[in-house]
């Protein structure tokens, strides 16, 4: 090998760098002791990872629930020293009521009084201890004891003796005992308690071993109530509350009801006297109780209650004073009158209560004098059914043509202006003012309007009245509620007025005038206007019915309603009444229509009036979609023209439809030429193609379905033509129905001259063919789809 310069083996090492062979011997030991290292570091982390993975695959066992106990320790003793007592008990009683008799005078006093004494002592050094729970059930067995004793005593020595007198007295020793044993044994908490529940009992077992009367029973109730209520209202100790409130609200109730039971009862001003005295009582127990609670609610409730009693009070007292039908306005009165005690220094909780007491007292008033409101407001009604029949004597009879007179109408009325005036006069408050008005406002338009009712007015005067609130309610500056009385008062003169014809015109154009001038207040307006429309509507009814027409030819006066709303609403444009004159002005068009069923003319007539109407309310720009309505209604006009003239044709009844069906949708493709056929022209075509389809397999003559198959082919190529899916699909789909219908007598023909067996041939053949060429069908058929598909 030649070079092209002269290079030894040692100048070529000295040019690049090559270590000496052992220098590399060295190297390479080095690198394989690195990789030795590495190696078996990885093999050590390799074995940590699987360890790890294995562990992690292993259910963890969950970690070993000690056993918890299932109840304290207190808990626990608590329970076994209830459970001792009442054995104890249970021991003691038996051994009173059966082992009694074995013993003598001596033995059975020095049985009971050394295990009475013994078992009340034994708290004492119990307490020392510090054993306060198990002190507490010996006491409780002490005391059980002391009541054995009582009746130990009875049974021995005083047999001759009263039982109800005796418990009195026994009631009232132990109590006093109890209470003693307590202050005794300050720690314990039950003997007060005991001794409490034991001092209901002396006053009303006393008042029946004495054979008092119920009111001197019930006197004892609430006397007994009313120291309860002391005590709950001064003691401290919470069980001492709970016991003592328990007794106030349960003799309490008792003695309330039994109180309210005399005074309804009372035959005579005496009985009703001592009956309202126990009232009065109850009364200034709760109020007192009231005045010393510290809640406000409860205090509330409670002050409530005592206004309550109050006016029981004093309304059975003047009951039996008074004529039958003046009790609810006696009581009324009575509460009332309990708004005077509220100016008076009370507590502000003791205030609202007898505030909210003589609100109850008011609605319980009115709510009685409700049947007078609602038979002077709904019977007019019956008028409806007998019109123009006569007019009635007075007001009363008026409004009584089918309801039965409420009793006391004279006292209801009363009533109603009463509170009237009440809530317009008493009430201050800024935040319940305006609602109390509104109140005075309602009670006094019902009383207004059962004025000419209660006083047997003439009925032409209380037409007159009527229409003078009505007009007062909807002219003065007054708030919303008082515009719906007025309303409210129309109708009821209008029900009135169907007893004479004349009385309906004149009412009816009276009101239709006096709305038509009110509506002219914008802030009126939405209301007003449509109330005027709805009078006018039946103004024209009842022109029409006056002249003698026929419900058809009513029709096209209602008709000019609509108009006139439509002419309204396209004046209000953007006004918050236009929706309600253009709701009122479609409810009248309906009625119209309703009119005109029976006379199929008539209705036409109608149908295509009310359709113009639509029409110039689609003139406007934020009214388009009213085109449709108005498109519908020519629609069902000519439909029902044709069925007037027994035209049956199917296609004079389609072809006004397809028609301008079809036009619209060729404008929409022309505007939107993205619109797919079937849209456009898809509902025009169907409109008349199914019907004449439909019509043509039942027409035996040749005509229909010779001009049905030319329509569906011209259809059909200018589907082809333009490439549109729709006249493609159904102008081919009705050329061969309508083929096969004018084959089908062939083809019945040629199936009855076949053997019976062809046609299973035939079908068996068929489908052999069609399985073996599945695919290539599959094919066809994705083919056809395509090309369809292409098409728009």
């Excluded at 078992?119 to 002190?135: E, I, M, Q, Y």
């Excluded at 010779?706 to 589907?719: E, K, R």
């Amino acid at each position: 090998m030649l070079m092209p310069y002269d290079v030894t083996p040692t100048t070529l090492r000295s040019m690049t760098h090559i270590p000496s062979p052992a220098e590399e011997l060295r190297l390479i030991d080095t690198e394989l002791w690195q990789l030795d290292a590495r190696r078996a570091q990885l093999l050590t982390r390799r074995a940590w990872l699987i360890a790890a993975l294995q562990r992690e695959q292993q259910p963890t066992p969950a970690p070993r629930a000690e056993p918890r106990p299932e109840a304290t320790a207190p808990r626990v003793q608590n329970v076994l020293l209830l459970l001792g007592g009442v054995l104890l008990t249970i021991a003691a009683i038996a051994f009173t009521l059966v082992s009694w008799g074995h013993l003598g005078i001596a033995g059975r006093a020095l049985v009971l009084g050394t295990v009475t004494l013994a078992v009340l002592a034994a708290p004492v050094p119990l307490l020392k201890r510090g054993l306060r729970s198990t002190a507490e059930s010996v006491a409780g067995l002490g005391l059980v004891l002391t009541v054995l004793d009582s009746y130990a005593l009875h049974e021995a020595a005083l047999t001759g003796t009263d039982g109800t007198g005796y418990a009195a007295v026994a009631s009232a020793v132990l109590a006093g005992l109890w209470a003693g044993y307590a202050r005794g044994l300050g720690a314990l908490r039950l003997p007060l308690p005991a001794a409490l529940v034991a001092a209901q009992l002396p006053l009303p077992l006393g008042a029946f071993a004495a054979g008092a009367d119920p009111y001197a029973v019930t006197a004892a109730l609430l006397m007994t109530s009313g120291l309860d209520a002391v005590i709950a209202l001064r003691a401290t100790a919470r069980s001492v509350r709970v016991t003592t409130a328990v007794g106030a609200y349960g003799l309490g109730g008792w003695g309330v009801l039994a109180a309210g039971w005399l005074s309804w009862t009372a035959s005579g001003p005496s009985a009703a006297a001592r009956a309202a005295a126990l009232l009065t009582l109850a009364a200034a127990i709760a109020l007192g109780a009231a005045r010393r609670l510290p809640q406000p609610a409860v205090a509330r409730g409670t002050a409530s209650a005592g206004g309550l009693l109050l006016v029981a009070a004093g309304g059975g007292l003047l009951r039996t004073a008074l004529p039958g039908g003046w009790t609810v306005p006696a009581h009324l009165l009575c509460g009332i009158a309990l708004l005077a005690a509220v100016r008076g220094r009370l507590p502000e909780p003791v205030r609202r209560g007898l505030v909210q007491a003589s609100a109850a007292v008011q609605a319980l008033a009115v709510l009685w004098a409700v049947p007078l409101v609602l038979v002077t407001l709904l019977g007019p009604l019956g008028w409806i059914e007998r019109p123009w029949s006569g007019v009635p004597s007075d007001a009363r009879a008026a409004v009584t043509v089918h309801t039965p007179w409420p009793p006391y109408p004279g006292q209801a009325l009363l009533v109603l202006v009463t509170v009237a005036a009440v809530l317009a006069l008493a009430v201050r408050n800024e935040i319940w003012r305006p609602r109390a008005l509104t109140g005075a406002l309602g009670l006094a338009w019902a009383a207004c309007v059962a004025v000419p009712a209660v006083l047997e007015l003439p009925y032409v005067l209380t037409l007159l009245l009527l229409g003078a609130v009505t007009a007062a309610a909807v002219f003065l500056p007054t708030p919303w509620t008082a515009t719906a009385f007025g309303l409210a008062t129309s109708l009821n003169l209008c029900f009135l007025s169907l007893a004479s014809q004349s009385a309906t015109l004149t009412v009816l154009s009276a009101l239709t005038a006096l709305f038509v001038t009110v509506s002219g207040r914008p802030r009126l307006t939405p209301v007003m206007a449509p109330a005027a429309l709805l009078h006018a509507t039946a103004l024209a009814c009842a022109t029409g019915a006056a002249a003698d027409w026929q419900p058809a030819h009513t029709a096209l006066l209602v008709l000019v309603v609509p108009l006139a709303a439509a002419l309204l609403a396209a004046r209000f444009g953007e006004s918050p009444a236009t929706v309600p004159v253009e709701v009122t002005g479609a409810v009248a068009g309906l009625l119209a229509v309703g009119l005109a069923l029976t006379d199929l003319p008539m209705l036409a007539l109608v149908l295509s009036s009310a359709g113009v109407i639509a029409a110039g309310t689609a003139a406007r720009p934020d009214r388009r979609p009213v085109g449709y309505a108005a498109a519908a209604l020519f629609l069902l006009a000519t439909w029902v023209r044709l069925a007037a003239w027994d035209v049956t044709t199917p296609e004079a009844y389609t072809l006004p439809v397809s028609v301008p069906a079809l036009l619209v949708g060729a404008w929409r493709r022309h505007r939107e030429p993205r619109t797919s056929s079937w849209t456009a022209y898809g509902p025009g075509l169907a409109a008349t193609l199914l019907p004449s389809l439909a019509a043509a397999w039942g027409d035996p003559q040749w005509t229909r379905p010779l001009l049905l198959g030319a329509a569906a082919l011209l259809v059909t190529l200018l589907g082809a033509r333009h490439r549109l899916q729709a006249p493609l699909v159904l102008g081919g789909t009705a050329l061969v129905l309508d083929a096969l219908h004018e084959l089908a007598p062939y083809l019945v023909q040629a199936a009855d001259a076949l053997p019976r067996w062809v046609p299973p041939a035939l079908a068996g053949l068929l489908l052999l063919t069609v399985g073996a060429t599945y695919e290539r069908r599959i094919r066809d058929v994705r083919r056809v789809r395509e090309v369809l598909g292409k098409l728009n």
